[in-house]
Nanobody, 121 residues
Framework: VRLVESGGGSVQAGDSMRLACAAS????????MAWFRQAPGKEREWVAA????????YYPDSVRGRFTISRDNAKNTVYLQMNRLKPADTAIYYC???????????????WGQGTQHTASS
């Protein structure tokens, strides 16, 4: 399994950014895809998840209404659209996959290398 994130960078608070995760190596049709983030000195935090089949989405309260996860099945790519960014959203963002939805990073065996996102005030 290979997960490759892209799209990170630096923006001003209030701006938007879209991250992408290209997945390969196996069929993900029965899996959940998810995004986590990790800020310096903090634990890895779940921010969004989606099912490949129906496209059902899940979010924690901290990002609901600002972040949108989506997928392109034909491209095996998952996206994270982040709007109204805050300095507190600054972190390394990781793409991951698992056979069932979980907010626990230990339940995910496969991870991308991560992409840094910074929102400055």
């Amino acid at each position: 399994v290979r997960l490759v994130e892209s799209g990170g960078g630096s923006v001003q608070a209030g701006d938007s950014m879209r991250l992408a995760c290209a997945a390969s190596g196996q069929s993900f049709i029965t899996y959940f895809m998810a995004w986590f983030r990790q800020a310096p000195g903090k634990e890895r935090e779940w921010v969004a998840a989606i099912t490949w089949t129906v496209g059902t989405t899940y979010y924690p309260d901290s990002v609901r209404g600002r972040f949108t996860i989506s997928r392109d099945n034909a491209k095996n790519t998952v996206y994270l659209q982040m709007n109204r960014l805050k300095p507190a959203d600054t972190a390394i963002y990781y793409c991951t996959t698992a056979p069932s939805i979980s907010t626990d990073p230990r339940a995910h065996a496969y991870w991308g290398q991560g992409t840094q996102h910074t929102a400055s005030s």
